[in-house]
């Protein structure tokens, strides 16, 4: 069954904060990010490197533009996420030729979403409206930026390889951004529930990136019992490759999605949110690190989602000698980078002659 309600009897939220939806270990997570000194950055050369209407102009190139006249039925979804989370800014959206169910935004400026043709054949229309929810989430947290960063690292990995001075620091980073990124999605699933306000439509989102359209197969109470018998199953060995398991993943497993979405809605988080108990933009200046930082410990002392989690703990321990070290590392990994990209460009300009056709 699709929910057909129109948007403009879906509850709004008028000026709240991207505070309420955001997953303790996801803020806690960008807390540590930032205590890293030489993140910054390393920040600051990738976005000096890569100019923001370069990045945009390649999707806009080789890909659809959503608007009125093109996916106009994603278009009024964004529309609606909009209003329901009381947007200050519209982001654009594309739809780009993949096969792969995926979505994602990007963009350390204007950030943007882009959706592939793959989750768009996948979904229903209201199960993209959670999808949109999902990535206007992302958008409004700011996490497209700490994604780009992830991203262009990868690239640059890749085309510089192994980088001498403070390698292992940007090892680190690499690590840290990406255990962040699957925190961050928890953070979007929320968003995505607050714009649908359907809760099994959201499960059968999570259904589909498990196991594919064939819902009538599948039966959402036996789902997300598999996420019990994940975390009963196993000793000390099984502890470490369910780490492994998570190594190099964009995102957490379906099945684990479900289960915290159910967790935030069975202890009231959702609710308190649906009856107007929020904070407000207006209020994100007086917010306290402490407070996230507390919130998180509690999460992990609860034993919900992953103990293990080296940034988290490092923060819980006060291990801020250790942040403070790799944060040194980073800043001549920084300077490091910097200067390759640099040598590296000269390397590839052309000479005067190539320019004038002489």
Same mark, same amino acid.
């Given at each position: ?159 510089? @390889?192994? &980088?001498?001075? +403070?390698?292992?620091? #940007? %090892?680190?980073?690499? $690590? ?7 925190? *961050? ?85 959702? @609710?308190? &949110?649906?009856? +107007?108990?929020?904070? #407000? %933009?207006?209020?994100? $200046? ?7 930082? *507390? ?64």
């Amino acid at each position: 069954m699709t929910d057909q309600t129109p948007a403009t009897t879906r509850t709004v939220f008028p000026g709240i904060s991207s505070r309420a939806w955001e997953h303790p270990a996801d803020r806690t997570a960008l807390t540590a990010l930032r205590r890293l000194k030489g993140f910054d950055q390393v920040l600051k050369v990738l976005s000096g490197m890569l100019r923001e209407r370069k990045h945009r102009l390649l999707y806009l190139a080789s890909s659809a533009r959503v608007g009125p006249r093109q996916f106009a039925d994603l278009d009024a979804l964004l529309d609606e996420c909009v209003q329901v989370l009381d947007a200050p800014v519209r982001p654009e959206m594309f739809i780009i030729q993949s096969p792969e169910a995926n979505a994602y935004c990007i963009g350390m400026e204007d950030p943007f979403i882009v959706i592939t043709s793959g989750m768009y054949e996948l979904m229903t229309h209201d199960e993209m409206r959670f999808v949109i929810g999902h990535e206007l989430g992302h958008a409004l947290s700011g996490h497209a930026v700490y994604r780009t960063m992830l991203h262009h690292l990868l690239r640059l990995a890749s085309s510089f @390889g192994f &980088i001498p001075i +403070g390698g292992w620091a #940007l %090892r680190a980073i690499v $690590a840290a951004l990406q255990e962040w990124q699957r925190k *961050s999605e928890l953070s979007g699933d929320r968003a995505g529930l607050l714009c649908g306000q359907d809760f099994d439509m959201a499960i059968r989102v999570e259904l589909k990136l498990a196991a594919g359209r064939h819902l009538d197969k599948l039966d959402s109470q036996a789902f997300l019992a598999q996420a019990r018998d994940y975390d009963a199953t196993g000793d000390m060995r099984d502890g470490v490759l369910k780490l492994l398991n998570l190594e190099m993943q964009t995102h957490p497993f379906s099945v684990l999605r479900a289960a915290a979405l159910t967790k935030w809605v069975d202890t009231g988080g959702y @609710g308190a &949110i649906m009856a +107007g108990n929020y904070p #407000l %933009r207006s209020e994100d $200046a007086n917010a306290s690190w402490a407070d996230d930082v *507390s919130a998180a410990a509690r999460h992990y002392k609860d034993g919900f989602d992953q103990s293990n989690d080296p940034l988290i703990r490092g923060i819980r321990d006060g291990l801020g000698g250790v942040v403070d070290g790799v944060g040194q590392a980073a800043t001549s990994a920084a300077d490091s980078m910097g200067r390759k990209i640099s040598e590296w460009r000269r390397n590839t300009r052309p000479s005067d002659e190539q320019q004038t056709g002489g």
